[in-house]
């Protein structure tokens, strides 16, 4: 476990870096939520009705859960880009704990989003949400916010180490902006076809959502939903609870195995590329196997 906490600090700091030097991505994926909200909540607020609740205060529970449902693609992405560009597979030939790479990438990604979740919340205050509950209650539904981020990270890094290229991981982590859209992220389950709000009432964005306007005072559970809306902290917890058993050790597997799996060709491939010694003349096979250039280097 030291040398997990060791090898994941080091980690951290490398994710943490990789997100300062890169502040255009940071700055954008940052705005987006409060652009939602003033667009939402002025140009949609007057044409719904929230019972108990303004629209705005109503809505500001529901971005803050579709931004962390969002942990989904950025690990997607990230650990896909690392794939796909061999930084990986250096770190593999480290003597590093083979959890210690998605798990940094994993807690940055928590610290980064806890920090960005400041200005976004300052808006909020600005168009007229409040927490109507405890200090204490506020506190936990922040905590269950970066505990279901967390869980929506590590789901990421295993389909991006599934799927090893940061072009399909861009384009089915895009997919993912469906989830809040199911869900009582910005509207009540309640007017909803019944089929249609079955689904979005198991959705775990919207048991997390119903859980912070919970904690936060802003609406109650609605009566009649199904369980995990009924209960949503514990639901809450439930689903973070499934999400992380499942893809934490998936996710450290496919990560020691990424080596093992990739074609003998391709990894002599990777290491003459890395040296360089091709250039943009592609690739051959030889007779005994060996892969060479095609043609002359340049």
Known sequence: MSTL???????????????RNNPGLLILTQSMPVSMLLFFGYVFGSALAVPGSEYRSFLVPGLLVATAAGGVMTGMFQSAQDAHRGVTDRFRTLPVSRAAVPAGQAVADVLVTAAGAVPFLLVGLAVGWRVEGGALAAAGGFGLLLLFRFACVWAGIYLGLLTRNEEAAGQLGGATFLLPLLSSAYIPTTGLPDGVRTAAEWNPVSAVATALRDLFGNAPAPEGAAWPMAHPVAGSLAWCAVLLAVFVPLAVRQYARGERSRPPHEHARRRAESRGTCGNAGWDRDRQGEVRCRGPTG
């Open 5 to 19: 906490a060791y090898d994941g600090t080091a980690m951290l700091g490398r994710q943490l870096r990789r997100t």
